[in-house]
């Protein structure tokens, strides 16, 4: 089965750009999206079709995929961008969640 | 406003079934597909099963297939999971998902509900 292995953990100072990295196979050819998830919450739609932004979403969040990896960024990051990250991509018709990061700000 | 809301979660025993829904709202149901998303205490999302707008297309994760049944009543603007045989894994917090475009059906989730905990014990 399709599998996207994210980083456990990412450490970063307030106003510092964070990255976080999705892996999977030819993932590139596939669309990336991006959720947010902050403890006790629903997860929140971030990033779609790798790189766009919902309505609502600050533009200092931003994606990108080609290759094997997607990658979400989050530039200028703040203090209430701390949460885990999930990125997800669909495989014959399966969907498929990374493995989750979590994002901390020091 | 946009919303979703689930219900029917509970604590039952291995083996027994349970009957989750999800009832949407604020906008139009039947122009969507729908999905299912789990989430054990303490771990990461796992996608479960989704639906197209008409019910045409049917998608199962292998860990719930031949188990669980995904239905919708576009009349009831209604989700639901009909999950058989369960098991203490099953145990998890419940999330509908709304998909942000008409189509396709494997898009990304725009909108979540608040979810609704399975606990599988005796």
């Known amino acids: 089965s399709y599998e996207l292995t994210q980083p456990p953990s990412v450490s970063v100072s307030p106003g510092q750009t964070a990255s976080i990295t999705c892996s999977g196979d030819k993932l590139g050819d596939k669309y990336a999206c991006w959720y947010q998830q902050k403890p006790g919450q629903s997860p929140v739609l971030v990033i779609y079709?790798?790189?766009k932004r919902p309505s609502g979403i600050p533009e200092r969040f931003s994606g990108s995929n080609s290759g094997n990896t997607a990658t979400l960024t989050i530039s200028g990051t703040q203090a209430m961008d701390e949460a885990d990250y999930y990125c997800?991509?669909?495989?014959?018709?399966?969907?498929?969640f990374g493995t989750g990061t979590k994002v901390t700000v020091l | 406003e946009v919303q979703l809301v689930e219900s029917g979660g509970g604590l039952v025993q291995p083996g027994r079934s349970l009957r989750l829904s999800c009832a949407a709202s604020?906008?139009?149901?039947?122009?969507?597909?729908m999905h299912w998303v789990r989430q054990a205490p303490g771990k990461g999302l796992e996608w479960v099963s989704g639906i197209s707008w008409n019910s045409g297309s049917i998608g199962y994760a292998d860990s719930v297939k031949g188990r669980f049944t995904i239905s919708r009543d576009n009349a009831k603007n209604s989700l639901y999971l009909q999950m058989n045989s369960l098991r203490a894994e099953d145990t998890a917090l419940y999330y509908c998902?709304?998909?942000?475009?008409?189509?396709?059906?494997?898009?990304?989730?725009?909108?979540w509900g608040q979810g609704t905990m399975v606990t599988v014990s005796s």
């Open positions: 604020g906008f139009t149901f039947d122009d969507y597909a």
């Open positions: 997800q991509a669909w495989d014959s018709r399966t969907g498929v």
């Open positions: 998902a709304k998909v942000i475009h008409l189509s396709p059906s494997d898009d990304a989730f725009d909108i």
């Open positions: 079709q790798d790189s």
